[in-house]
């Protein structure tokens, strides 16, 4: 079952899906940079090929959400990406992931290296990094946004560790709370990476308004539910059952492709919602009262929200994060030609 082909109809029902995304020029400059920053910082060890994160090729993503913005800020993007990926990977792939204690106490570590701008003596690569990342990124950033992103991080904390009472104790969310909780653990502080990236900070009447909220929830959660699409396969190979797909299959008595056709459904009507959203917030009084200053960079923070989802699906079908891993005991192309070269 590959993943490309569970999410590839969506392209063409979708008409917001429709066109491809336009791809940043700096796309190497930033893989590579972003992959030699990784391997610094302890977050891809080894080979690259033989781990998810490593095959994640991350900067495909960024470069497809902001095509436009300097070259350094989309870099920044995709350390964040990669930094998020890693914590899922924790999460996901080792014990760790199935004790809420463990879970809240990193993840307390981590909001207090955000809070001071350092990380503590003996941290580990992840609070190390995330420090890192946040002094670059909150920088000329105003108060209300720095409020903002904290409070999504405080969101994204409460969202693992009660996934990790999940897993320990084998109770599943039902599949009407699954996304309420999925929209959490998704990570909703990345959608705030926007006005960094873009230089564009949003007015707080802006933010406040009932249509931004639906606009940035209703991106985060179709994003969610197309990475559990994607992630299905490897999911459901190791026994994971928190996933879109797996609760469908079991809670409404589907096959494996049944399920995924109803969460495909679910993601359609998400769309259309954005879609809708997108169309209120510029009917806002909120909108209409900012200064022509203002209104050209909120629009373009927009128009990178409402790229993630198209921008998504092409990174998935590029990466190799949801492939299958190859086989350690099969030496690579790139390592019987070194031998024959010898």
């Known amino acids: 079952m ?35 920053w990784a ?6 060890i080894g080979d690259a090929d033989t781990s998810r994160l490593g095959r994640g090729r991350f900067e495909r993503l960024a470069c497809r959400v902001f095509p436009d913005a300097p070259v350094s800020r989309v870099t920044l993007s995709t350390k964040w990406l990669i930094w998020l990926f890693a914590f899922d990977d924790l999460r996901d792939e080792t014990p760790f992931g199935g004790s809420a204690t463990a879970v809240d106490a990193l993840y307390e ?22 420090a890192e ?23 994204h904390r409460q969202g693992c560790a009660d996934e990790a009472v999940g897993r ?11 996304p309420r909780l999925r929209r959490r653990t998704n990570g909703p502080f990345m959608l705030d990476l926007a006005e960094p990236v873009l230089g564009a900070e949003l007015p707080e009447e802006l933010i406040r308004t009932r249509s931004w909220r639906r606009l940035f929830d209703g991106v985060n959660d179709v994003t969610a539910w197309c990475n559990d699409v994607a992630s299905y396969p490897h999911e459901h190979g190791r026994g994971e059952l928190c996933n879109y797909v797996a609760l ?20 359609e009507e998400g769309l259309a919602r954005v879609a809708e959203a997108a169309e209120d917030l510029t009917a806002e009084s909120a909108w209409r009262g900012l200064d022509p200053s203002l209104r050209e ?46």
Do not use: N
Not at 133 to 155: A, D, I, K, P, Q
Not at 249 to 263: D, F, G, K, S
């Open 2 to 36: 590959l993943t490309s082909e569970l999410l590839s109809p969506l392209t063409w029902r979708v008409p917001s899906l429709a066109a491809p995304c336009r791809v940043h020029e700096g796309l190497w400059a930033v893989g590579e940079e972003t992959a030699a």
């Open 39 to 44: 391997r610094s910082r302890g977050l891809v």
């Open 109 to 130: 570590e981590m909001a207090r290296a955000v809070r001071r701008g350092a990380p503590r003596a003996g941290a580990g690569p992840l609070e190390i990094v995330l």
């Open 133 to 155: 990342l946040w002094r670059e990124t909150s920088e000329g950033m105003g108060g209300e946004w720095r409020r903002r992103f904290r409070t999504h991080l405080e969101w």
């Open 168 to 178: 320990r104790t084998g109770v599943l969310p039902s599949l009407e709370d699954y």
């Open 248 to 267: 469908a299959a079991r809670e409404l008595e589907l096959e494996p492709l049944t399920a995924v056709a109803w969460v495909s459904e679910r993601i």
């Open 297 to 342: 960079p909120a629009g373009r923070v927009v128009d990178a929200l409402l790229a993630v989802p198209r921008a998504q699906l092409d990174w998935i079908a590029e990466s190799g994060r949801y492939s299958p891993m190859p086989d350690p005991s099969v030496p690579s192309p790139r390592r019987r030609v070194s031998v024959t070269l010898k």
